[in-house]
């Protein structure tokens, strides 16, 4: 299947600074999504993006749909610790048989230290 | 509320002793798919399906099974586990044909010893 290379595997940070990670890949992509996974949990929603170039916040998180379509980025401004987990970024390509699923990066392990 | 629910959370079993891990949504939703999830490997898609009696293989499907006769149930077989599918389960459904956002159960942890 395709491939999403997701950065940085894992971010050291104190609280309240900002943070920023990326989705980069080969293929071109339709549709971006963010997830984030708490421990013990699945990974739920964040942010959707539909457009090439479009940038959608969901209060301190903004992410943006790279031009390209190849690429996506997401920004946590002013960190808390409840912002700690693992984000996934996600994407989706169309064929013409339909959409073929998601392909998620590895990963963003958080870490936040007060 | 809505939510895809997956049971049973935690499972310990043997190698070669069959065991289903059953996934429900009430979104009525038409596409579900399984996940696995192993560290540095992040989630790789096991089966999905489109619909009611519509399946297909994933990136990894080998070893596992699954079945789709109603729409609310798709659950995973494995029919001789192995050590190898020791890993955390996630179940995932969506609208429409897997072109939507997806929306995850809580998880099952197995260890196959």
């Known amino acids: ?48 993006l ?28 002013a960190s808390i610790p409840s912002d700690v987990g693992i984000y996934f970024c996600a994407g989706i390509m169309y064929s013409g048989g339909g959409a073929d699923g998601l392909t998620f990066g590895k990963g963003t392990h958080l870490i936040i230290q007060p | 509320e809505a939510q895809v629910t997956q049971n049973p959370r935690y499972l310990i079993t043997v190698t070669g002793k069959k065991l289903t891990v059953t996934c429900s949504q009430n979104m009525n939703h038409e596409y579900m798919s399984w996940y696995r999830q192993d560290p540095g490997l992040g989630l790789r898609q096991i089966y999905y399906s ?17 079945s789709r006769k109603e729409k609310r149930n798709f659950p995973l077989i ?36």
């Open chain 2, 50 to 66: 489109m619909n009611v009696e519509v399946t297909d293989k994933g990136d990894v499907p080998e070893g596992y099974k699954v």
């Open chain 1, 1 to 48: 299947g395709q491939q999403l290379n997701q950065s940085p595997q894992s971010m050291f940070i104190q609280e309240g600074e900002d943070v920023s990670m990326n989705c980069t890949s080969s293929s071109i992509f339709n549709t971006w999504l963010w997830y984030k996974q708490e421990p013990g949990e699945g990974p739920v929603l964040l942010i959707a």
């Open chain 1, 50 to 77: 539909y457009k090439a170039g479009e940038l959608t916040s969901n209060g301190r998180l903004t992410a943006q749909f790279g031009i390209t379509r190849k690429d996506s980025f997401l920004n946590i401004s």
């Open chain 2, 78 to 113: 494995l029919e001789s586990p192995s050590p190898n599918q020791t890993s955390l389960y996630f179940c995932a459904s969506s609208f429409g044909q897997g072109g939507n956002e997806q929306f995850f159960g809580p998880g099952t942890r197995l260890t196959v010893l």
